[in-house]
């Protein structure tokens, strides 16, 4: 910390004179300020969009999986235009700061609005994420994602308290090739067995589940994937 | 009957054509292995000479254009998008069979000195060989030499995208009739060493007038509207003119600005934005003092520029700007400035910004669409970011609120109106 204000100050400095400057606007020296660009849609603490909106939390990810995030967006892995362009130019470095400043943010979930499903196709997402289907090789969420679905370190992200529109969207993101992850890529293969109706049936019941007291994700190596999974092979992650 | 006689003339004439164009394909596939000058051969291999092209790559910004989006670095595949279809960069490392694995020296000097390629086809000028015509030899020898020391990476080449009868690379020489002549720099014994250099790597691998020029309907530049300012067609950004004197793009700039933007990406008078910033991230950032000192000696002499024809409203835009001067308040005085003087080295001014004031307002009108990081340089690893507007204004409030900062403060430029906005709001970003 001290060593961190030693750096600070003579910017602070400066700035104090930049601000007695006319009406100039005063700059916060923080890293909030300087990623005005994710926090507009993302929320200033990653708490994703209000309301229904689209946007996806970002606080508490593991910071593994939000750079690696990030790195598809620019490598044409993801595909979501403003995504696209804003991460283009990041450098790794700063990309790891970015990542870490939402993997630590602690801030409440927020309900979100589900849409009105027969009791049937929710037992139906229930029991894809806490049993899988065997029948069509579908391995249960809870595998990778966590006993609580609040994700594994480094790279495995939480489930819970995702927006519906986003998760649904996520899953036919997989199937039509607009979201990919390094080879094997474990998630295309999943969505890809899922039935159009398991998609819905999925994202209702994530998506209208309590948020667990602790949000932490799970420690690294506490899981044995049931596929072979490129993202977990290259961070060490799962294993 | 009789009278349709004559339409086998044409027919034939058409036949005879398919078949010379058949014939001209198939000679150009001939492929031989071509044996490398002994003297060049040593060359090539010194450690010395590979440093020299690689900085001399990166000042030609080589590994933006031939490197696909997630590939390896110069492996090619990127396509090039133009009016007339899309030109796959081929892959340029040394890999044999679909690399410059087989080509010798003369190879490579043919392509970058009179774009003709390896087999005596002639080059689609997405290859900006009508600028690196002005490589010198050993410059180009040394890039060569650089190149051919990458790693190897075996990647075929995309098929060309173009349209007939584009596609047709007979017609390319018409085009480079018109448009291209082969000449090393020739340095101006009137002016210093410095501005020399700095012309040679403005106007030679640099390339920057490919896109800071405006471009005829081939698709062609004349060379009398250099650096002069263009669209860059497909992409959809404004290359503002270059000159720093009376109407120029740049009035006012300072060598240091200029300097400072090719460094930092970020200057007191604005920053490189869109494809720029990839250009300063990837290739300027890295260049030395003083050949950035050397582009800015070269830059500050351009002429000045015609007094701009005084803005023919259409319409008008005062209800507009007016509108957008709320909006502005609202959205942009807490980063910009009340008066868009903006904050140095944080948030650029908006106050006789080249971006902002640009012929044809795509520039401010995708930055506020867009938002987004400047590029991210050693000099400004951790630089202050704008959020992007689209999903917060309509297209008739970013008209508004471009339209005021383009006519605001010493700013005299035209409104950008709502159907303008539609339109770039859908422009691909890459």
Known sequence: MSTRLRWVLPFAGLLGCAVAHADQPTVPNTLQQRIAACTTCHGVHGEGSSGSGFFPRLAGKPAGYLVSQMQNFQHGLRNYAPMEYTVRLLTPDYMHEIAEYFSAQQVPYERKPVPNLAPSSLQRGEQLVTAGDPSRKIPPCQACHGKQLTGTEPSVPGLVGLPYDYISSQLGSWRTGTRASAVPDCMAEIANRLAPVDITAVSAWLASRDVPADTHPQPAGSIAPPLRCGVLQTSGGGT | ?430
């Open chain 2, 1 to 430: 009957m009789k009278r349709l006689g004559w339409l086998w003339i044409p027919l034939v004439l058409l036949v005879i054509v398919l078949a010379a164009g058949w014939w001209l394909s198939q000679r150009h596939r001939q492929v031989l292995i071509s044996p490398e000058d002994p003297a060049i051969a040593a060359t090539l291999k010194d450690p010395g000479v590979i440093a020299k092209g690689r900085y001399l790559a990166t000042a030609g910004d080589c590994v933006s254009c031939h490197t696909a989006r997630g590939g390896e670095p110069y492996a090619g595949g990127r396509m090039l998008p133009t009016p007339f279809g899309g030109i796959p960069a081929p892959n340029i490392t040394p890999d044999r069979d679909t690399g410059i694995g087989q080509w010798a020296f003369n190879d490579f000097w043919r392509a970058m000195h009179e774009g003709i390629g390896r087999n005596g086809e002639p080059l689609y000028p997405a290859f900006s060989y009508t600028s690196f015509t002005k490589v010198t030899r050993d410059d180009a020898i040394a890039i060569f030499a650089y190149l051919r020391s990458l790693p190897i990476v075996h990647q075929p080449n995309a098929s060309l995208a173009l349209r007939f009868p584009y596609n047709v690379r007979s017609t390319l020489t018409a085009w480079r009739a018109v448009y291209f002549k082969a000449g090393v720099y020739q340095a101006d014994p009137s002016q210093s060493v410095s501005w020399n250099r700095g012309a040679y790597l403005v106007q030679g691998l640099g390339h920057c007038n490919e896109c800071h020029a405006a471009r005829g309907a081939w698709g062609g530049l004349n060379a009398d509207t250099a650096l002069s300012g263009g669209r860059i067609p497909e992409q959809d950004w404004y290359a503002p003119d270059l000159s720093t004197q009376a109407n120029g793009g740049l009035q006012g700039w300072s060598r240091q600005d200029i300097i400072d933007v090719l460094k930092n990406g970020q200057a007191s008078k604005g920053a490189a934005i869109g494809p720029m910033a990839d250009v300063v991230a990837h290739s300027t950032q890295h260049l030395h003092d003083d050949d950035l000192q050397a582009i800015a000696d070269y830059l500050l002499s351009l002429p000045a520029r015609a007094a701009p024809k005084a803005v023919s409203a259409s319409f008008d835009s005062k209800p507009l700007a007016d509108r957008g001067s709320s909006i502005y308040v609202e959205r942009c005085a807490d980063c910009h400035g009340k008066d868009g003087a903006g904050v140095p080295g944080v948030y650029p001014p908006l106050d006789g910004n080249a971006s902002v004031t640009e012929p044809t307002g795509i520039n401010a009108t995708r930055v506020v669409l867009l938002g987004g990081f400047p590029s991210v340089t050693a000099g400004n690893p951790r630089p202050y970011s704008m959020p992007p507007y689209a999903q917060q204004l309509s297209d008739a409030d970013v008209a508004a609120v471009v339209t005021y900062i383009r006519q605001a403060w010493s700013n005299r430029a035209s409104a950008v109106q709502e159907r303008d906005v539609a339109t770039y709001r859908h422009t691909p970003i890459d």
